[in-house]
Protein backbone atom coordinates (compact mmCIF):
# COMPACT_ATOMS: atom_id res chain seq x y z
CA UNK A 1 0.00 0.00 0.00
CA UNK A 2 0.67 3.01 -0.59
CA UNK A 3 0.95 6.37 1.94
CA UNK A 4 1.37 9.86 2.27
CA UNK A 5 1.94 11.93 4.79
CA UNK A 6 1.98 15.60 5.41
CA UNK A 7 2.40 16.87 8.70
CA UNK A 8 2.03 20.54 8.72
CA UNK A 9 -1.55 21.36 8.60
CA UNK A 10 -1.22 25.21 8.30
CA UNK A 11 2.28 27.40 7.92
CA UNK A 12 2.58 30.54 7.53
CA UNK A 13 5.04 33.04 5.51
CA UNK A 14 5.96 36.87 5.90
CA UNK A 15 5.80 37.70 2.00
CA UNK A 16 9.40 37.46 -0.18
CA UNK A 17 10.57 34.96 2.42
CA UNK A 18 11.25 31.27 2.06
CA UNK A 19 9.36 28.22 3.47
CA UNK A 20 9.75 24.44 3.36
CA UNK A 21 6.73 22.29 3.15
CA UNK A 22 7.30 18.29 4.73
CA UNK A 23 6.11 15.52 3.14
CA UNK A 24 7.40 11.80 4.07
CA UNK A 25 5.76 8.62 1.81
CA UNK A 26 5.92 4.71 1.96
CA UNK A 27 5.90 2.62 -1.00
CA UNK A 28 6.73 -0.51 -2.39
CA UNK A 29 7.85 0.30 -6.06
CA UNK A 30 10.77 0.80 -6.77
CA UNK A 31 9.85 3.32 -9.78
CA UNK A 32 7.72 6.12 -9.30
CA UNK A 33 7.25 10.01 -9.28
CA UNK A 34 6.52 12.95 -6.70
CA UNK A 35 5.02 15.65 -7.11
CA UNK A 36 3.50 19.07 -5.57
CA UNK A 37 0.33 20.34 -6.29
CA UNK A 38 -1.47 23.62 -5.45
CA UNK A 39 -4.84 23.96 -5.13
CA UNK A 40 -6.32 27.49 -4.68
CA UNK A 41 -9.89 28.45 -3.55
CA UNK A 42 -11.19 27.33 -7.28
CA UNK A 43 -10.60 23.75 -6.19
CA UNK A 44 -8.66 23.25 -9.33
CA UNK A 45 -5.40 21.18 -8.69
CA UNK A 46 -2.00 22.73 -10.36
CA UNK A 47 0.60 20.78 -10.80
CA UNK A 48 4.11 22.82 -9.19
CA UNK A 49 6.86 20.23 -9.40
CA UNK A 50 7.45 16.79 -10.63
CA UNK A 51 10.30 14.39 -9.50
CA UNK A 52 11.24 11.00 -10.65
CA UNK A 53 12.41 9.07 -7.88
CA UNK A 54 15.21 7.43 -10.05
CA UNK A 55 17.04 11.00 -10.70
CA UNK A 56 19.46 11.54 -7.45
CA UNK A 57 19.40 15.72 -8.36
CA UNK A 58 16.63 17.61 -6.95
CA UNK A 59 14.21 19.25 -9.20
CA UNK A 60 13.64 23.29 -9.66
CA UNK A 61 10.86 25.01 -11.10
CA UNK A 62 11.59 28.96 -10.97
CA UNK A 63 10.94 29.78 -7.12
CA UNK A 64 9.74 26.00 -6.33
CA UNK A 65 12.77 23.27 -5.25
CA UNK A 66 12.21 20.23 -3.57
CA UNK A 67 14.65 17.90 -1.27
CA UNK A 68 14.29 14.58 -1.92
CA UNK A 69 15.68 12.12 0.00
CA UNK A 70 15.25 8.88 -1.07
CA UNK A 71 16.20 6.66 1.98
CA UNK A 72 14.45 8.59 4.22
CA UNK A 73 11.60 8.78 1.44
CA UNK A 74 10.85 12.21 2.30
CA UNK A 75 10.17 15.22 -0.34
CA UNK A 76 10.00 18.65 1.05
CA UNK A 77 9.12 21.52 -1.40
CA UNK A 78 10.77 24.89 -0.86
CA UNK A 79 9.21 27.82 -1.79
CA UNK A 80 11.43 31.10 -2.12
CA UNK A 81 10.47 34.69 -2.37
CA UNK A 82 7.08 33.79 -1.39
CA UNK A 83 4.47 35.99 -2.78
CA UNK A 84 1.06 36.67 -1.94
CA UNK A 85 -0.68 34.11 -5.17
CA UNK A 86 1.55 31.08 -3.30
CA UNK A 87 -1.09 31.21 -0.82
CA UNK A 88 -3.05 28.14 -1.17
CA UNK A 89 -3.31 24.45 -0.25
CA UNK A 90 -0.01 22.64 -1.52
CA UNK A 91 -0.62 18.70 -1.80
CA UNK A 92 2.04 16.05 -2.13
CA UNK A 93 1.09 13.03 -3.87
CA UNK A 94 2.66 9.82 -4.93
CA UNK A 95 1.96 8.14 -8.36
CA UNK A 96 1.78 4.62 -8.28
CA UNK A 97 0.40 1.64 -10.14
CA UNK A 98 0.50 0.34 -13.83
CA UNK A 99 -2.02 3.10 -14.34
CA UNK A 100 -0.56 6.34 -12.83
CA UNK A 101 -2.88 6.39 -10.11
CA UNK A 102 -2.02 9.22 -7.37
CA UNK A 103 -2.11 9.48 -3.43
CA UNK A 104 -1.93 12.64 -2.01
CA UNK A 105 -1.35 13.49 1.59
CA UNK A 106 -3.76 15.33 3.61
CA UNK A 107 -2.67 18.49 2.39
CA UNK A 108 -0.70 21.84 3.88
CA UNK A 109 -2.48 25.06 4.34
CA UNK A 110 0.33 28.21 3.12
CA UNK A 111 -1.15 31.25 4.09
CA UNK A 112 1.49 34.27 2.92
CA UNK A 113 1.80 37.39 5.39
CA UNK A 114 2.31 40.86 3.00
CA UNK B 1 -7.01 24.92 -25.73
CA UNK B 2 -9.99 24.31 -23.55
CA UNK B 3 -8.93 22.16 -20.31
CA UNK B 4 -10.91 19.75 -18.25
CA UNK B 5 -14.02 20.47 -17.20
CA UNK B 6 -16.76 18.90 -15.02
CA UNK B 7 -20.31 19.67 -14.98
CA UNK B 8 -22.27 20.42 -12.65
CA UNK B 9 -20.18 22.75 -10.61
CA UNK B 10 -22.33 22.27 -7.56
CA UNK B 11 -25.03 19.86 -6.90
CA UNK B 12 -27.08 19.79 -3.74
CA UNK B 13 -29.51 16.50 -3.09
CA UNK B 14 -31.32 14.57 -0.63
CA UNK B 15 -30.18 11.72 1.05
CA UNK B 16 -31.21 8.37 -0.79
CA UNK B 17 -31.28 10.12 -4.64
CA UNK B 18 -29.34 9.31 -7.66
CA UNK B 19 -26.88 11.40 -9.04
CA UNK B 20 -24.65 11.94 -11.78
CA UNK B 21 -21.53 13.59 -12.59
CA UNK B 22 -20.17 14.27 -15.85
CA UNK B 23 -16.37 15.04 -16.64
CA UNK B 24 -15.45 16.35 -20.20
CA UNK B 25 -11.78 15.50 -20.47
CA UNK B 26 -9.20 17.61 -22.76
CA UNK B 27 -9.57 15.97 -26.34
CA UNK B 28 -7.26 13.42 -27.30
CA UNK B 29 -6.86 12.11 -24.01
CA UNK B 30 -7.18 8.66 -23.35
CA UNK B 31 -6.54 8.09 -19.52
CA UNK B 32 -9.69 9.46 -17.45
CA UNK B 33 -9.63 9.42 -13.36
CA UNK B 34 -12.10 10.60 -10.58
CA UNK B 35 -11.04 11.53 -7.35
CA UNK B 36 -13.21 12.53 -4.33
CA UNK B 37 -12.18 14.67 -1.83
CA UNK B 38 -13.56 15.26 1.18
CA UNK B 39 -13.85 18.12 3.20
CA UNK B 40 -9.94 19.13 4.92
CA UNK B 41 -8.72 16.16 3.24
CA UNK B 42 -6.13 15.35 0.13
CA UNK B 43 -8.01 13.63 -3.15
CA UNK B 44 -8.68 9.70 -2.90
CA UNK B 45 -8.30 7.61 -6.15
CA UNK B 46 -11.72 6.17 -6.89
CA UNK B 47 -11.56 5.07 -10.93
CA UNK B 48 -9.21 4.69 -13.60
CA UNK B 49 -10.43 4.76 -17.53
CA UNK B 50 -8.36 3.81 -20.52
CA UNK B 51 -9.98 4.63 -23.43
CA UNK B 52 -13.32 3.10 -22.72
CA UNK B 53 -12.70 0.28 -20.35
CA UNK B 54 -12.59 1.00 -16.44
CA UNK B 55 -8.71 -0.75 -16.21
CA UNK B 56 -8.62 0.09 -12.28
CA UNK B 57 -12.00 0.28 -9.94
CA UNK B 58 -10.28 -0.30 -6.60
CA UNK B 59 -11.12 2.76 -5.22
CA UNK B 60 -15.04 2.64 -4.98
CA UNK B 61 -15.78 2.64 -2.16
CA UNK B 62 -19.25 0.63 -2.41
CA UNK B 63 -21.47 -0.27 -5.54
CA UNK B 64 -23.68 2.28 -4.96
CA UNK B 65 -21.04 4.01 -6.85
CA UNK B 66 -20.06 3.61 -10.57
CA UNK B 67 -18.83 5.01 -13.79
CA UNK B 68 -18.65 4.85 -17.34
CA UNK B 69 -17.07 6.08 -20.29
CA UNK B 70 -18.75 4.60 -23.43
CA UNK B 71 -17.20 6.44 -26.57
CA UNK B 72 -13.56 7.19 -24.84
CA UNK B 73 -14.45 10.73 -23.94
CA UNK B 74 -17.02 11.45 -21.82
CA UNK B 75 -17.34 10.22 -18.25
CA UNK B 76 -20.19 9.92 -16.12
CA UNK B 77 -19.60 8.98 -12.19
CA UNK B 78 -23.29 7.83 -10.95
CA UNK B 79 -24.11 7.50 -7.23
CA UNK B 80 -27.17 5.46 -5.92
CA UNK B 81 -29.28 6.09 -2.83
CA UNK B 82 -26.85 8.78 -1.76
CA UNK B 83 -25.39 9.29 1.68
CA UNK B 84 -24.82 12.35 3.72
CA UNK B 85 -20.90 10.49 3.81
CA UNK B 86 -20.81 10.83 0.19
CA UNK B 87 -20.87 14.94 0.32
CA UNK B 88 -17.56 15.90 -1.00
CA UNK B 89 -15.72 17.25 -4.37
CA UNK B 90 -15.46 14.69 -7.01
CA UNK B 91 -12.13 15.75 -9.42
CA UNK B 92 -12.01 14.12 -12.56
CA UNK B 93 -8.50 14.62 -14.57
CA UNK B 94 -7.23 13.26 -17.79
CA UNK B 95 -3.65 12.52 -19.24
CA UNK B 96 -2.51 11.56 -22.81
CA UNK B 97 -2.26 8.24 -22.10
CA UNK B 98 -2.09 6.14 -18.57
CA UNK B 99 0.38 3.30 -18.14
CA UNK B 100 4.16 3.17 -16.94
CA UNK B 101 6.46 6.63 -17.81
CA UNK B 102 5.35 10.04 -16.81
CA UNK B 103 1.80 11.17 -17.79
CA UNK B 104 0.72 14.54 -16.21
CA UNK B 105 -2.75 14.14 -15.06
CA UNK B 106 -4.85 17.61 -16.06
CA UNK B 107 -7.42 18.30 -13.20
CA UNK B 108 -10.81 19.66 -13.96
CA UNK B 109 -12.56 22.47 -11.01
CA UNK B 110 -14.34 19.43 -9.84
CA UNK B 111 -18.49 19.18 -8.18
CA UNK B 112 -18.77 19.68 -4.95
CA UNK B 113 -21.89 17.37 -4.27
CA UNK B 114 -23.67 18.22 -1.16
CA UNK B 115 -26.19 15.34 0.41
CA UNK B 116 -28.60 16.81 2.63
Known amino acids: AQTVTQSQPEMSVQEAETVTLSCTYDTSESDYYLFWYKQPPSRQMILVIRQEAYKQQNATENRFSVNFQKAAKSFSLKISDSQLGDAAMYFC???????????FGGGTRLMVKP | GAGVSQTPSNKVTEKGKYVELRCDPISGHTALYWYRQSLGQGPEFLIYFQGTGAADDSGLPNDRFFAVRPEGSVSTLKIQRTERGDSAVYLC??????????????FGPGTRLTVL
Open chain 1, 93 to 103: ALRHGAGNMLT
Open chain 2, 93 to 106: ASSPRGGLGYNEQF
